[in-house]
């Protein structure tokens, strides 16, 4: 039994954009029980409680040692009576009975395969499990329409499911700069996603493209795409226009070009050749000289291109993590009503956008200290 004088009591501030977070974490056990019920919130569209159970999880994420007592977690934001009893759960018995049921469920473990196929989000995969679509056999067998995205996603269903490291990340980094200098000299790329974050593994590469020159920008998705079409680089590939007009998480604006395009979800062919080029020493796969297996693997790769007007946003915008995110435009709005996207910030009590040519910039704006990337892995 503890002495409660001697329990350390922690501090922590209720958003996670006030935090640093970095992947170090004393609380796995508990993070990683709150973690799979917001994901099975997340996946049964239950966005809020899936916010629930990421926020407690994320204030867990900073705790600067494991927690051992439930007293501990006193005066803590963000931890629900939900998310305490799975805590209070695991602390006790060593385990949560919720999370250890969740996992076992046909259902859970039916939608985390069908939502692994890229292109399959929560809703098809509901719909396919009330059809009697438990698996990918099942699916396959179905007389189930795909579309493209979807074919890709079954066909490179294990690459794409299995963890990019940073040496992969880095060797398509190489094959996008190609692409870029030969399309556009002078433009650049950034990466960004977890890997700018310091993660040594993901389960994608994020990448923006800006060009110095504000407008030299415009039309430069397409040639990219083509580009590494021509080259075979590409396995699967969809571009879509600026929707900054449509989306809901910034203000409207009028938008200068609506032809603009400036995101690209796709599917490299990333061969195990290129990797070593890239300076890799050893391949988890065996590759074709050891006999058999292809010599190269399917990775999920995400292209941005922003103007660089707005190349501060975007890349605040698409660092991550997800929650962090969240919280950054939650702070803006609740705390200084203003409207943070990846594109502006708009003050909604002066009424006028806040320019920003860094990251810290925006921060500043915000009235909040600076987090570097590497302490957004809230
Ligand atoms: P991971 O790939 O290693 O799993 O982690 P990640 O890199 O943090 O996740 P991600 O799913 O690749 O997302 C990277 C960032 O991009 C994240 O902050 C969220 C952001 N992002 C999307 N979709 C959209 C979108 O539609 N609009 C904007 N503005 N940002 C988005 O993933
Ligand atoms: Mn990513
Ligand atoms: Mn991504």
Known sequence: PTNEAEVEVFSVPSYACQRRTTLENRNTVLTD??????????????????????RAAAVLKVLPEPVTDMTQLRGLPCLGEHSLRVIKDILENG?????ESTKQSERFKALK???????????????WIREGIHDLQQLKDSRQTLNR????????????????????????????????????????VTLIGGFRRGKLSGHDVDFLITHPEEGREVGLMPKIVSWLESQGF?????????????????????????????RCFSVFKL?????????QT??????????????????????????????AFALLGWTGSKLFERELRRWAGHEKTMSLSSHALYDNTQRTYLRATSEEEIFAHL???????????A
């Open 282 to 311: 050893q391949s988890h796969h065996a590759s074709a000289e050891d006999g058999g297996l292809k010599p190269w693997r399917a990775v999920r790769v995400d292209l941005v291109v922003s103007p660089i007007s707005q190349f």
């Open 149 to 188: 995205a979807q074919r890709a996603g079954l066909e490179h269903y294990d690459d794409i499911n299995q963890p990019v490291s940073k040496a992969e990340a880095d060797a398509i980094g190489e094959i996008v700069e190609e692409a870029v200098a030969s399309v556009l000299p002078g433009a650049q």
């Open 33 to 54: 029980a709150l973690s799979l019920l917001a994901e099975n919130a997340e996946l049964s569209a239950e966005e809020g409680r899936g916010v629930a159970f990421r």
């Open 271 to 279: 061969d195990e050749d290129e990797k070593r080029r890239a300076g």
């Open 234 to 262: 590409l396995l699967y590939q969809k571009t879509t226009r600026n929707s900054y007009l449509e989306s809901d998480d910034g203000p409207a604006r009028p938008c200068s070009n609506m032809d603009r395009f400036e």
């Open 113 to 127: 395969v069908l939502t692994g196929v890229f292109g399959v989000g929560a809703k098809t995969a509901d719909r």
């Open 95 to 99: 385990a949560s009975s919720e999370v």
């Open 367 to 377: 009235g909040l200290d600076y987090i570097p990337p590497s302490e957004r892995n």
